[in-house]
């Protein structure tokens, strides 16, 4: 019976999510379509503050002053359709609201609610206090000079973390772009079973990420794992190579960065593997007959031919890449998350998440989210800045 | 024996590959297909292990789930695992969970996204470019960034571990994703069809709904599956918004048989073969439209 | 430059034979197309030679040099693409200069080819623009730009004009001929358009299913077609084809089918006892119909035949006319005059007509 109620639940809110859709289309189909009526400012103005009043009173958070705001806004809205859209490209807009109305509320919202918190200060003790008044401590830029003095977690600092985030990004990129380009080349040959080949290449991409993961992290087992038991059955193979240090290792508390690292390339390659090979095929051959004509030996082709054709295709995704990368929490805290787990593999995403949920500095968490978005997007406009100029000499 | 050798298929195979070894172009190219297929079946083994241990764990008898041994079929092979997973934990209940926050989620997600990408590929209006520009940064902000406020704003909403919450947390992460690939197809489509159409007498919205959403199938198909399976493998909000162990989804509840107790690694092994199953089946059945998706998705990136 | 020998050349895509024992030589500064219908082996044939297509059987020589193992940029030919295979991310001039960069040939060297090339291509002004830049017809100069700059022996043209408008392709057929007098040099030529075929071709080289029908001159193959595919595949519009059945007269053979019978002379087709009987196929191309007036004047034998629609093409007209149940088309000069449902007097012109036997397709007239 619990399934069923369940299913009432979500069937109710899609319902609800639905209404809103529609009373969202209908305000604003009001507004393209009478925005010259001479009564259209009055009725605007009369009847937005009190549907979202009532809504409010029903929701239970209504507040004195709220009407106040929400006529202001109203107010505004009117003047922009009266004086700036006109009734002009209804139809696209009412198209898009629904979705950039979501993105805003569980986009942009909590965006900027994330700038808010890393000014005051939220944590263990003062959320009882934000979840009964709403209000905060404000503490200025506090959050942001703890970013760069403390440690998010227990010992582990800012600058170590970056040193370590970047490494890990540009280590695990480089990895599945060579593996990817290798498998994409050899697949790219006319040989028997290619399709089969493909199928199972691509399996870690396709597996959940959860079981992927935890099944590698057993293979990582100090005692139990596959790694470890071959690494000693080789060293019990090979004495002299037991002798220069091969045999088990304690991989998820001696090297959990390394381990991570493997995790994750195992993980990225089959994508850009896939990526790439989509680029090889949609190369004309008649290319490579040009180049067999003009005597151009493999590795020139390689480097005249495949890679400047590739390219268009490689870079966005070697972006992509690069910023799933950078922004990786799930493998890391899959491995090291749990308790007890070590610190020594986190990146500056994991560190923010741990430290808002592990150790329940929300504030600081937020400081710190701020200062890593700030560092991504600072790379990437510098990123795309270059590809863009490089776009142009072409 | 000595004359059968001669005929039949082994003879014919062993003529050819007689033939083969006499031309040097041809053996060169025999060698270097040979080697070929080495490296790529040795690459597809290390891709395909992890899955087969667990499968090969998920079946071994209890007072083993320990050893060392590699083999993959192990000896008094039982579904044990299966049964207890299904009796003894609330499996079930957790691939409920996330089946109906999945289903609703990419649901919601879907719908907004057709509209949107409609109007993005078909028409011109201000604030075009700034939309999409939208689109494209957002993906750059890091996914655990939003966790924290979205976090919040559920506890303040009073929706912790509850269904809802977890589908409002969810529902618009994959919507620019959606909407970028949905764009991508709609252009695809001729306009003439829509000006047909409203030729025979359809307004713009009746031809959207009669001719591109029927059309786009494909595409939607596409969109709804990255939405399901972003919603349906997703471990860090659910770790954080849904605290009783009723409310999980499969993802915490695999991670918590993986972590706490030893004995129940041969449950994990089982709960994950049967979440893996269908998931593989689905991602390969459709890996040609996701990744024709994809790759379109980039290339106009 | 080079004489190029096929000899015996087999190929097979699986378990189907697209190449039949193809014998052909192709002798120095000769320029041969090889012509027919999509599917015919014939780009296949090219590819061989280029060094792109493995060889089944056979032996393909170039200069007495057996070829079948060399590697294409060792066999000394250049080959023009039917979609060009210009380098996209590289300028005309650096596609044009690829081959001789890639063997580290001195910059000075390189400059005057490339300059040399673009003079005779008149392609100075577009060296440094992208091939994204230009259109077709100039795609097209600069794909046999890079031809030229190689010097082989032989150019390989592979339906090269096939991508361009009809006008263009006009120009460009105009400029290959030219090319040609300038170079001197040994072409083979691919395509389907038997009108390219015609106008550029020293000799053609008609192939079907996998098999060469005739080799010869354009006046040979348009004059004397060998077999029924050769007669209907050169000519434009495509010859009448009437099937009948031969009789054995006193001094001449007697064609009759059931909408008309014809006495031929025996200047066309000899008395033999062996024709009696003999299914044939009579062949006469459009323009050796005479109607109207023009049959009053030309010859005797005349047949009625009904008008169905006329055409005028300028100073020409196409007769569409019906002889009992048979079609026949007929080109005569403009201007016809006649409405469409007249009856008109048809006859025929036996000095270009052409009779095939129907079992074996050959032709059996002289």
Known sequence: MEILRSVYEVAGFILLIALGVALLEGYFYYHFKFHDRPWFAWAGLAAFPLLVWLGFTAGGIAKPGLFAWLVAIEAAVLAFFRYAVKGRHSLAYLLLIPAFVGLALLLVYPFLFEVYLSFHDLKLTTIMTWKNTGTLPFVGLDQYVKVFTTSPLSEVTFWQLLGRTLLWTFSNVFFHVLGGFALALLLNNAISFKGFYRTLLVIPWAMPQVVAVLAMRGEFHSQNGFVNIILGKIAEAYPFLAGLGVGPVQWLSDYPLLTCTIINVWLGIPFMMVVILGGLQSISTSYYDAADIDGASYFQKLRYITLPLVKPVLMPAVTLGTVWTFNNINVIYLVTGQAGGTEQADILVSALYKAAFTYNRYSYSAAFAIVVFALLFFISVTYLHGFDAAKDER | ?301 | MATVKFQNIVKNFKDNQVLKRVDLEIKDHEFVVIVGPSGCGKTTLLRMLAGLEEISAGEIHIDDTLVNHLHPSKRQIAMVFQDYALYPHMTVEENMSFSLRIKNAPKKEIRERVTEAANILQLGKLLKRMPKQLSGGQRQRVAIGRAIVRQPKVFLFDEPLSNLDAKLREEMRVEIAKLYQRLNATIIYVTHDQVEAMTLAGRIVIMNQGVIQQVGTPIEVYRKPDNLFVAGFIGSPTMNFIEGTLRVEKGHVRFVSPSLSLDLPASLLAPEGSHEGREAVIGVRPDDVFAGREAGRNCSQKVDAVLEVSELLGHRENLYLKVGDLRVLATVEAFFNQSPGSTVPVCFNFENMHVFDKASQRRISA
């Open chain 2, 1 to 301: 024996m000595t004359n059968h050798a001669k005929t039949g298929y082994f003879g014919a195979l062993a003529a050819s590959a007689a033939e083969i070894m006499e031309s040097p172009v041809r053996r060169a190219k025999f060698f270097k297909y040979a080697l070929i297929h080495i490296v790529v079946l040795t690459a597809a083994g290390i891709c395909v292990y992890p899955l087969l241990r667990i499968l090969s764990i998920s079946m071994r008898p209890g007072d083993r789930l320990f050893s060392t041994d590699l083999s993959l079929i192990p000896d008094g092979a039982t579904l044990a695992a299966y049964a207890s997973l299904l009796k003894d934990t609330m499996f079930l209940r957790w691939l409920w969970n996330s089946l109906i926050i999945t289903l609703a989620t990419s649901f919601i997600g879907v719908s907004l996204a057709s509209t949107a990408a409609y109007a993005f590929s078909r028409f011109r209006f201000p604030g075009k470019k700034a939309g999409l520009i939208l689109l494209l940064s957002s993906q750059m902000i890091p996914a655990g960034m939003l966790i924290l406020p979205l976090f919040l704003m559920i506890m303040k909403l009073k929706l912790m571990n509850t269904y809802l919450g977890m589908i409002i947390a969810y529902s618009v992460s994959s919507l620019p994703f959606s909407i970028w690939i949905l764009k991508g197809y709609y252009d695809t489509i001729p306009r003439s069809l829509e000006e047909a159409a409203l030729v025979d007498g359809t307004s713009q919205v009746g031809a959207f709904w009669r001719i591109i959403l029927p059309l786009s199938t494909p595409a939607l198909s596409i969109a709804f599956l990255f939405n399901f399976t972003t919603a349906w493998n997703e471990y860090l909000v659910a770790r954080v918004v849904l605290f009783s162990s009723k409310q999980y989804t499969w993802t915490l509840g695999l991670f918590e048989l993986q972590g706490q107790y030893i004995t129940q690694w041969g449950m994990f092994a089982a709960g994950s073969m049967l979440v893996t199953i269908p998931v593989l089946a689905v991602f390969l059945y459709s890996s040609k439209w996701l990744i024709s998706g994809l790759t379109l998705g980039s290339v106009k990136g």
